[in-house]
């Protein structure tokens, strides 16, 4: 198939109005994929309003999960969706927040590079933002540039004006503004409602774009009276006027833009020539959500930040990913860790049919990851533990059965006299909170004999990190002659990278984040094995 293009990247900017939340990232991420299904090379970028540099040190209970790309980037959660959507490999230039175009500014503006001008927003901070934009596009034939925020937020207003500029800096044909806005269902009088997405436009138009596609979230089907009178107060074409229904699970998102001819229309106001998108691959994927063959398993999430699951964005998917490399429903059940630091309610983890402990960070509910760990352990529940939920595994063993009393990890307890999880070598972390971390793509070489390998096929596996303590080698003799064993180090073997118990169906436990690299299409082999001896467990399967 050839593809003809105008000799050009063609540039698309998601924006969105009337609310938060209303899922541009899913939108973004969805016309990359049907761009992608068309066979264009895509990539995308997401423009963040706050001041932050990068979201790094905020609370997850805040701003949600923070995504780790290969090259080590803090980014935003949309770009996991990118990712999981896409084929794209996201790094740190395709996730830029107004911290760091300022930062950078300011650097340039103390190295004299303005020579003297008054720095302004209009150009300097516009014309970095445009750079960006720019620095992406190399390579693909299309950029999705998602700007976050809603228009009409002060934070989003550069942002906007940037993207306004840009079709003037690549020539019209070259640029599509994709707006996503609300239709609501007022139950009250049966209908749908057309004025937020009016207002949404008009303020889009006062900034100085004219959306050429919206996306309406709705409840219900737009009828085509509804879309011309859109049309008509919005000043787009009617078929430009796209129904983004509410679905039963995100993956459905790219099958129903597609009913609705999106990729045709995109194209050709892009002046693209290419083949209709095959969705069969998505559409085999939502076939195994909405129909699964097997059955359903119970998996257990003892977290931290539970009251908002966006903090585990990645992991809730990737467990998905899980039970459709099993043909099984998974059904998370969340529970916070604080709630069974007393003892209360571990007797209901055997419910469940896994249990899994997430990353995070700080003292609070680790009393409680360990007892959940405990419960997996002499219970012989199928046990999965991510980041901090290997730091309590090893604690747990420590002291449970190697009668370490006092182990600890010094990130939690800096005076323990146990400190089986400690600070990379002399590693200072009082400095900035951002720069101290082991984060982005390491290696890691797998025991044969092992459930790692079992799990993977292969004997080196790379995975992305985001901590900053690690497993004391002091301990390692000593744990592994009480049964920890550990099948997975770095390459030069000074690290632990995976923990497993001899004597357990499929207790597993790794330093990094898998979830970061699960997809709908390729499930993570660990987080397959996971669901797998989980269906066992509840079929009544698994050997003790």
């Known amino acids: ?153 002060i934070e989003s207003l550069p942002f906007l004006e940037a993207i306004r500029q840009f079709r003037f800096d690549v020539k019209s044909k070259n640029i599509l503004y994709v707006h996503l806005t609300l239709v609501p269902y007022i139950k009250a009088s049966g209908e749908l409602k057309t004025k937020p997405t009016q207002h949404s436009v008009q303020k889009m138009r006062e900034i100085g774009i004219q959306p050429d596609i919206l996306l309406c979230r709705t409840e219900q089907k737009l009828a085509n009276k509804l879309k011309e009178k859109i049309a008509l107060f919005c000043n787009v074409e009617v078929d430009s006027v796209i129904t983004a229904m509410d679905v039963k699970n995100i993956y459905e998102v790219p099958i129903s833009l597609e009913k609705e001819g999106l990729a045709e229309i995109i194209v050709s106001k892009l002046g693209l020539s290419v083949e209709k998108p095959n969705l069969g691959p998505w559409e085999r994927v939502v076939q195994g959500l909405s129909k699964p063959k097997s059955g359903e398993v119970d998996i257990a999430v003892v977290g931290k930040y539970v009251d908002l699951q966006d903090s585990y964005k990645s992991l809730t998917e990737a467990l998905i990913h899980g039970g459709i490399s099993n043909d099984v429903r998974v059904n998370i059940h969340w529970l916070d860790a604080g709630a069974l630091e007393d003892g209360e309610g571990l007797s209901d983890l055997n419910r469940y049919n896994g249990i899994l402990v997430p990353g995070g960070f700080g003292e609070r509910g680790i009393e409680g990851k360990i007892k959940a760990i405990q419960y997996a352990r002499e219970n012989k529940v199928p046990f999965f533990g991510i980041c901090l939920g290997m730091h309590c595994a090893v604690i747990e063993f420590a002291r449970s059965v190697v009668q370490l009393r006092k182990a600890n990890s010094a990130e939690f307890a800096p005076n323990t006299p146990d400190p089986v999880i400690d600070l990379l070598y002399d590693q200072d972390i009082k400095g900035d909170k951002g720069g101290t971390m082991r984060l982005g793509e390491y290696c890691c070489q797998l025991r044969k004999n092992s459930n790692a390998f079992k799990a993977y096929g292969v004997r080196e596996v790379f995975e992305r990190h985001r901590h900053r303590y690690e497993f004391n080698n002091r301990y390692r003799i000593q744990l592994e002659e009480a049964g920890l064993k550990f099948s997975g180090l770095s390459p030069n073997g000074n690290l632990v990278e995976i923990i497993e118990l001899e004597s357990h169906p499929w207790f597993l436990a790794g330093q990094f984040h898998p979830e970061f690299k699960s997809s709908p299409m390729e499930p993570h082999p660990l987080f397959a094995a996971f669901i797998a001896h989980s269906r066992l467990r509840k079929n009544g399967e698994h050997t003790e």
């Open 1 to 153: 198939m050839k593809i003809k293009l105008n000799n050009k990247v063609k540039y698309i900017f998601v924006t969105g109005g009337v609310l938060s939340s209303l899922g541009k990232g899913i939108a973004a991420a969805s016309i990359g994929s049907l761009l992608e299904c068309s066979g264009l090379r895509i990539t995308l970028l997401k423009l963040d309003p706050y001041i932050n540099i990068d979201p790094g040190t905020m609370n997850p209970l805040q701003h949600g999960e923070v995504f780790v790309t290969d090259d080590g980037a803090e980014t935003d959660l949309d770009l996991g969706h990118y990712e999981r959507f896409t084929k794209a490999t996201m790094r740190r230039v395709n996730n830029i927040t107004a911290g760091r175009i300022y930062h950078n500014v300011i650097q340039k503006e103390r190295r004299g590079e303005y020579l003297g001008s008054t720095v302004q927003v209009i150009p300097h901070i516009t014309d970095e933002i445009k750079s960006h934009i720019r620095e992406v596009g190399k390579d693909v034939d299309v950029v999705i540039c998602e700007v976050g925020g809603t228009v009409g937020d």
